[in-house]
């Protein structure tokens, strides 16, 4: 069994899904890094809590590991507190809060605290009226003393301590994009639509928002097509520009099995589609069947099989996003990844540069009215 199986068979385990055995020896340093490098390091630990105390790492080793584990419960139990100082400000301010993945997510998971996460996203929508309710945000953070970065156009970040907060003005990155700049229309209006109690439709299967507030807070879970669509998009962004990890599948496993039943299969799968993510989902969905024991190696496709080395690989990361260097950053990554758009895209690399040239010289500042 090699260190990958070894890994997977472990993350199963900690997901209580199966009971896989394993090698009689393990690179237990070499685990640890891929698990780190995963960001499953917790999970993986949790799979090693059920193996007989035989096949442990070394004490020493396996106390180092519980002991980063349980600083990042701590730092998961900090977040949450601040991530609820924040929505209650907001609250107070006729803010409604909408949580875009983070503990939407990781409720979904058997223990939410292992689930690691190294900041929130979230989308601000005025309780009534029709002010701006991303820039009172950003406003208030500051009159708080938090310092605030607004220089990019999808969303400003507010370091706050024990929490770094992506505040996202859009959720999806739609400059220049026509077909993304629909999809988020698509979605700002389900949120919007969330705002009336009484309204119904067929996306809204999970009742009105208030039934979804999460318990003790004012933090919101979005209508459930809109996270399940946001954590595609997110996914085959991070996959042509960054790559992807185990948690980003996890991630869309978990959701979609806590959430099968609301929602509303046909529709959402109308709408991976018609936004282009059709040839990504399918690989990206059946590498959530592997990783949860559902699928054998055996019935992956070639494609899919590019896909999963990609995963193992590590991410593509920069140190900033922004300005000229920022833009130098997406233009390599887009060239590395002309494979990904070969097999995995609707659009060709060309056609992603083109997107990505005449938004920054034409579409700087997208402005998309709201409702």
């Not at 998971?109 to 989308?123: A, G, I, L, T, W």
Request: net charge negative; charged share 25%; glycine share 6%.
């Amino acid at each position: 069994m090699t260190l990958r199986e070894s890994f997977l068979s472990l993350v199963r385990l900690g997901m209580g899904i199966s009971n896989t055995p394993l090698p009689d020896t393990i690179d237990w340093t070499a685990l640890e890094a891929l698990a780190e490098q995963q960001g499953l390091n917790a999970i993986v630990l949790d799979g090693i809590e059920k193996l007989p105390a035989s096949a442990r790492p070394p004490q020493e080793f396996l106390l180092e590991w519980i002991g980063m584990v349980m600083q990042d419960e701590a730092r998961y139990a900090e977040q949450q507190k601040a991530a609820r100082k924040m929505a209650d400000l907001f609250s107070k301010n006729d803010i409604r809060t909408y949580v875009l993945k983070g503990e939407v997510v990781s409720e979904c998971y058997p223990k939410p605290e292992h689930r690691v996460s190294s900041d929130m996203d979230c989308f601000l929508l005025p309780f009534g009226g029709e002010f701006d309710a991303w820039t009172l945000g950003n406003d208030l953070m500051k009159s708080q003393g938090v310092e605030i970065r607004t220089s990019f156009y999808k969303n400003s970040t507010f370091f706050m301590p024990n929490l770094t907060v992506e505040n996202h003005k859009y959720m999806t990155p739609c400059r220049g994009n026509k077909q993304l700049e629909t999809l988020e229309w698509m979605l700002e209006g389900l949120l919007h639509d969330d705002l009336q109690p009484s309204h119904s439709d067929d996306y809204r299967k999970d009742g009105d928002a208030d039934s979804r507030k999460f318990e003790g807070s004012w933090l919101y879970r979005p209508p459930v097509m809109v996270t399940a669509l946001f954590l595609i998009e997110h996914a085959y962004s991070h996959f042509l520009h960054e790559g992807l990890t185990w948690r980003h599948v996890l991630d869309w496993m978990m959701f979609s099995r806590k959430h099968r039943k609301e929602i509303e299969w046909y529709s959402f799968e109308a709408m991976v589609e018609k936004f282009g993510f059709k040839k990504f989902y399918d690989s990206y969905n059946r590498l959530g069947k592997y990783a949860l024991a559902e699928l054998p190696e055996s019935e992956l496709t070639k494609k899919d099989k590019r896909m999963l080395e990609d995963v193992w690989e590590e991410l593509d990361l920069h140190d900033t996003t922004e300005g000229f260097k920022g833009k130098l950053n997406l233009v390599g990554n887009t060239l590395r990844a002309w494979w990904k758009y070969h097999y995995f895209a609707e659009i060709t690399m060309i056609h992603a540069l083109w997107i990505q040239a005449y938004g920054v010289l034409f579409d700087k500042h997208p402005q998309l009215a709201r409702k």
